[in-house]
């Protein structure tokens, strides 16, 4: 799927921009992101130009048009620092890498704040997650709803299975390159930069 432009080597141990080839997938995907944000803020302001729609759904709507924004907005900041990012994780490994051979004991419990880094990040890898599940299943229970393409139909309610499952199926997509890209930023910024802080703090 490629949905940011990196991979970890098993040579080095260290993630790498990936290759051309796979960073044109990228591209791809990227626009694809973009264009669905693009449809689904389309669709929020036509919720806010009719006048049939309910304070409830204009609040709904709002909602998923900043949901689906962080999609475009994280793939901007991977598209303009992708080297940064790479050095800035490198970096920040081969720094705790270091600490944890020159200070932890062999077979020592890790300390508690890796400990508490630890199960934050894993709790927001679950929320990711059971995030994705849910949003695909909406798409698959309620095809009226505006920010599915399934909405778009003269009768959204009454469509068959296949566009259901078409509709999820492309949803999926779409939550899943947002969940990776998440789970990457995330994973960098409470696995490496917080607990690097904590540890300079220390060394002062």
């Known amino acids: 799927m490629q949905p940011h432009p990196f991979y970890w080597s098993d040579g080095t141990h260290m993630g790498v921009v990936t290759s051309k080839r796979r960073l044109s997938l990228w591209y791809v995907n990227v626009g694809v992101v973009c264009t669905y944000w693009g449809f689904v803020l389309t669709r929020c302001i036509n919720a806010y130009l009719s006048e049939d ?4 759904e204009l609040i709904y709507m709002t ?3 900043v949901y689906y924004s962080l999609a475009p907005l994280i793939q ?3 598209l303009t620092n992708k080297e940064e990012f790479a050095l800035f994780v490198n970096n920040g490994i081969s720094f705790l890498k270091s600490i944890e051979d020159e200070h932890l004991l062999p077979n020592a419990e890790a300390p508690l704040l890796l400990r508490i880094v ?3 990040t894993s709790s927001m890898e679950y929320y990711i997650e059971i995030n ?3 949003l695909v299943l ?3 229970l309620r095809p009226e709803s505006p920010e599915f393409l399934t909405s778009l139909a003269n009768e959204p309610e009454l469509v068959g299975v296949h566009w259901r499952l078409l509709s ?3 949803h999926l ?3 899943c390159i947002l969940g990776s890209s998440s789970r990457l930023l995330l994973t960098a910024g409470f696995g490496i930069a917080f607990p690097g802080i904590e540890i300079i703090k220390e060394l002062r």
């Open 118 to 120: 630890s199960y934050i």
């Open 76 to 78: 901007a900041q991977l």
């Open 173 to 175: 997509y779409i939550t």
């Open 132 to 134: 994705i599940i849910l």
């Open 63 to 65: 909602f998923v048009a």
């Open 138 to 140: 909406s798409a698959f």
């Open 168 to 170: 999820a199926c492309c």
């Open 53 to 56: 729609s309910s304070v409830t």
